[in-house]
């Protein structure tokens, strides 16, 4: 299983939270980084 590391951006759901993970990506005509966000949902017991 792959670890992802990212920032908790809702915790509004009982067990449930959403982490935004970010990472750079190279843009392939002008050879610029920019950024690329997903989100994942995520049990928490507590």
């Known amino acids: 299983m792959r670890r992802l590391t990212g ?3 809702s915790d ?3 067990k449930t939270r ?3 993970v970010t ?3 190279k843009h392939p ?3 610029r980084y920019y950024k ?3 989100r994942f949902k995520a ?3 507590n």
């Open 7 to 9: 920032v908790i951006v």
């Open 12 to 14: 509004k759901m009982k």
């Open 18 to 20: 959403v982490v935004e």
């Open 23 to 25: 990472h750079m990506k």
């Open 29 to 31: 005509k002008y050879l």
């Open 36 to 38: 690329v966000s997903q």
């Open 43 to 45: 049990h928490d017991e």
